[in-house]
């Protein structure tokens, strides 16, 4: 699911495409030392839950 970050009009019958950009490497830095050291499956979850921000 993505959510809009502003107001966007949609019309029926009408395609859209959508282009997903992001600065991985940023959010995981956000995140990197943050617990201090963890497991593989951990920072998995990490990666996961910045992916969705």
């Known amino acids: 699911m ?18 997903v950009e992001e600065d991985i490497d940023k959010l995981i830095k956000k995140y990197r030392g943050v ?10 979850e990490l990666e996961e839950e910045a992916q969705a921000q």
């Open 35 to 44: 617990l201090g050291k963890s497991s593989v499956e951990e920072f998995w």
């Open 2 to 19: 993505l959510k809009p970050l502003e107001p966007v009009e949609l019309r029926e019958g009408e395609e859209y495409k959508v282009i």
